[in-house]
């Protein structure tokens, strides 16, 4: 449900949250994190438009906060780069005369919303409280669900 470009926000703002009282360039984040530096550069650009970041030209410039990361929610990050949390209004196979959905997509429904409402209480600043040097280097853990399956097969 979360994908790696936003894995990758988080790592970054993790990293400008510790860093708050400076602007921090792209090389410097993807040096401190281990992001690519070309895929973050575009992520930093994507959160600069949507007002999540403010970018600071010439000497000592570089990307910073554009608020309090109190004031920056999960979901303000995922909506900053277009992401879209799953619902559905209508049945998703397209079958006809299922002019409501059925339940399974219901509860579907009801679990996204548990999520939406969690992800915007949720702040990048609680996101980050416990994160250290260390655990913003390595960052997530990331096991694709394919390789989960065939593991467990």
Do not use: W
């Amino acid at each position: 449900m979360i994908s790696r470009t936003a894995e990758y926000a988080f790592l970054a703002l993790a990293f400008l949250t510790r860093n708050r009282d400076r602007a921090v360039t792209t090389r410097e984040i993807a040096r401190a994190t281990g992001l690519p530096a070309d895929y973050l550069s575009k992520i930093l650009r994507s959160l600069r438009k949507q007002g999540i970041l403010v970018a600071h030209r010439g000497i000592g410039g570089g990307f910073a906060l554009a608020r309090p990361p109190e004031e920056v929610s999960i979901l303000d990050v995922l909506s900053g780069l277009g992401e879209k949390l799953p619902q559905t209004d209508t049945c998703p196979l397209g079958i006809e005369g299922h002019i409501k959905i059925c339940k399974i997509h219901r509860t579907i429904n009801e679990a996204v919303s548990l999520i939406r409402t969690r992800f915007s209480a949720l702040s990048i600043a609680e996101l980050t409280e416990s994160m250290d040097d260390e655990s913003i280097r390595c960052g997530f853990v990331q096991v694709p669900i394919t390789d989960s399956i065939k593991e467990n097969d």
